[in-house]
């Protein structure tokens, strides 16, 4: 059964969000540095020439998708890496790279077929 095409409406709003997430090189940026270590929000805003206001936009982004988990310790907002919510992403994509897959497969054996029949004399 084609568990992506019976995505409840919160699924598929999650996927959304997270492709938009990711859609954008900024916070592809971002998640990458959080790949190392969980950093403090200035410190990430620190990396990019855009403004703090501009990377908090991008960060708001990253946690409604989940991808960021944010804690506050005294005055500094923490953030760290979730990267769970990209499972349900690559599930989606690899479902569709084995559908193309097949395909594809089933074309080359058809044309294979056509060639050696029109090879040998044969056209059906």
Do not use: C
């Not at 999650?14 to 998640?31: N, S």
Request: net charge positive; glycine share 4%; hydrophobic share 40%.
């Amino acid at each position: 059964m084609n568990i992506f095409i019976h995505m409840d409406e919160y699924s598929a709003a999650q996927l959304d969000d997270v492709f938009k997430a990711v859609g954008d090189p900024t916070r592809r940026a971002i998640l990458a540095r959080l790949t190392t270590a969980e950093a403090r929000v200035t410190e990430i805003a620190s990396d990019f020439p855009i403004s703090l206001n501009s990377t908090s936009k991008h960060i708001k982004i990253l946690e409604r998708a989940g991808l960021v988990r944010r804690s506050v310790r005294g005055r500094d907002h923490v953030l760290s890496l979730n990267p769970a919510p990209l499972g349900g992403a690559a599930m989606w994509l690899e479902h569709y790279r084995r559908f193309w897959e097949d395909r594809l497969t089933a074309l080359d054996a058809f044309m294979t077929k056509k060639r050696s029949q029109v090879h040998h004399g044969r056209s059906k």
